[in-house]
Structure formats: C-alpha cells, structure tokens
C-alpha cells in the first residue's frame, strides 16, 4: 500500500496561484500513477490532473487547462500541483490518489485509483 499526505491548500483570492504537494510513502512512487482530484460540497470528486506511471503521459481536466500544472519528484515520493489563476470555482477539498499499478494510460475515474489521500482545502475568494 501506499500513504498519500497533501499540503499546501489555503484561502486565497481569484487570480491568485497555490501549489499542493503530495507526500507518498509505502513504495517508490516511480513504480504508479498519481493524480489530483477534488471536490467541491454537494458535488461528486472530480478529475484534475493524473501522471502515467509509463511513459510520462499527463492528463488535464478541461477546466483546468492552462492554469494547473502536475508533476512529480521521484527522487522524493512527491507529487505536485501548481495552481495558478485560480478561480472561485477552484475552491473544493483537493485529493491526491496513486494507481498502485505500471499503465500507460491517465484514468479519470475515482474507481482507478487505490489509494487516497485525506485532503487539502481550497478556498478561493472572489
């Protein structure tokens, strides 16, 4: 298994940029996928933004592309989400999650991914 830990959220205004981290521990984190998810209250959790595990392949939300950038840092088990002119609509609780498993492929779905962070929250003001 592996342990996800993110950080990094806060109350900002629009425009403003914030970047996660994820902090995975358990395995190295070279070996699956990671993403972001979130989720805003009354909503379901939705796609962000994913990494292969295989082949570098990065996956973006249309709503997000062109103001979030993923990557990761092997070398530290860490994953990243730099989040840049961010909206009001951006606020939810943000979730790291790994596919404990080598594919080419960037899932969307929350059913993919095996493990799951406890969240960090997005508040952003208009």
């Known amino acids: 298994q592996v342990q996800l830990v993110e950080s990094g959220g806060g109350l900002v205004q629009a425009g403003d940029s914030l970047r996660l981290t994820c902090a995975a521990s358990g395995r190295a984190s070279e070996l699956y996928g990671m993403a972001w998810f979130r989720q805003a209250p009354g909503e379901e959790r939705e796609f962000v933004a994913g990494l292969s595990a295989i082949g570098s392949r990065i996956r973006y939300a249309d709503s997000v592309k062109g103001r979030f950038t993923i990557s990761r840092d092997n070398a530290k088990n860490t994953l990243f989400l730099q989040m840049i002119s961010l909206k009001p609509e951006d606020t939810a609780v943000y979730y790291c999650?790994?596919?404990?498993?080598?594919?080419?492929?960037?899932?969307?779905?929350?059913?993919?991914?095996?493990?799951w962070g406890q969240g960090t929250q997005v508040t952003v003001s208009s």
């Open positions: 999650a790994a596919l404990l498993s080598a594919q080419l492929i960037v899932p969307t779905g929350t059913s993919s991914y095996d493990s």
